[in-house]
């Protein structure tokens, strides 16, 4: 009987919480002690009222509600509130998410092949926002059958999932077929996802894709144009000197644009030794 009074307790106090969180006039404060009260109770069956609320502070537009009750959430049930939160992240409020997509790729090592089994209906799924997410967190439990449904995926009509479909093969390193597939997404229209591909394959430092790198430098974007200079630098000096990529920072060191000269200029320099 204590025991069911104690959690009907937490789950008035929850109420509490939620509703402050949509009071822009409630004290901060107390509502600080609350939420590390909720967390110190660790109590399961609080599980299901903290996922409505969470998902209720989403649907408000409420990014500071989903930081307290995702925290909560992940505090009290672990990698069991990974679906939950994936949800809840997937949805862009404005703000950074740093919290949360830590405690996600935190919480998706725990369990490799469990959150494979969560994602990978999400990434292939009809909801774009929670597809993005589900492909972005793919990235920290990467298996080599991914590829095929990167290769799709890369030719999304969304931007977005273009963009991250570019992080995600990263994280399959020098597996030959990530790194076509990041060449492919040179010839990407939006000029984001080109300068996404150039900044991973300049840390990847593959020689074989120099050449279609150096093509970007005549690219109608200055951004690109500096970024294929940004990841030419990244590459090791050769010796003897490469002289087609000599030749690609020569012109864009006289480029119109100031930013892409300033990067030429810059990715000339001597690179320390990497430790």
């Keep these: 009987m204590e025991d069911q009074r104690a959690a009907s307790d937490l789950t008035l106090r929850l109420d509490e919480l939620a509703a402050g969180l949509a009071d822009p006039d409630c004290d901060l404060d107390d509502l600080a002690e609350i939420e590390e009260e909720l967390i110190a109770a660790r109590r399961r069956e609080l599980i299901p ?15 500071y509600a ?41 919480l998706a090592k725990e369990d490799p092949a ?7 209906p999400c990434a292939v799924g009809n909801d774009e926002d929670l597809r993005r997410a589900a492909i972005w967190l793919l990235g920290f439990v990467p298996e080599p059958s991914d590829l095929n449904l990167l290769a799709h995926a890369a030719q999304d009509s969304d931007e977005g999932i273009r963009s991250t479909v570019v992080g995600t093969l990263g994280s399959h390193g020098t597996e030959p077929d990530a790194i076509d597939l990041l060449l492919n ?26 050449g279609k790198i150096r093509l970007l430098a005549n690219d109608d974007n200055p951004r690109v144009r500096a970024w294929v200079a940004i990841t030419l630098g990244h590459f090791p000096a050769q ?18 644009d100031p ?9 000339r320099q001597p690179k320390p030794l990497r430790g």
Excluded: C
């Excluded at 010796?239 to 119109?256: F, I, S």
């Design 114 to 120: 469990a959150t494979r089994e969560i994602l990978l």
């Design 49 to 63: 009222y903290v996922e409505g609320h969470l998902a209720a502070a989403v649907e408000a537009g409420d990014w």
């Design 185 to 210: 997404l040179l010839d990407d229209p939006s000029p984001q996802v080109r300068i996404s591909a150039l900044s991973s394959l300049g840390f990847l430092q593959q020689p074989r894709t120099l």
């Design 239 to 256: 010796k003897p000197a490469d002289a087609a990529t000599a030749a690609v920072l020569d012109q864009l060191e006289v480029d119109a």
């Design 66 to 106: 989903r930081h307290v009750l995702a925290r909560i959430l992940a505090e009290t049930a672990g990698h069991a509130s990974l679906a939950a939160l994936l949800r809840a992240y997937s949805r862009n409020l404005g703000d950074d998410q740093d919290s949360l997509s830590t405690t996600l790729h935190v």
């Design 259 to 267: 930013y892409v000269r300033d990067q030429a200029a810059e990715a």
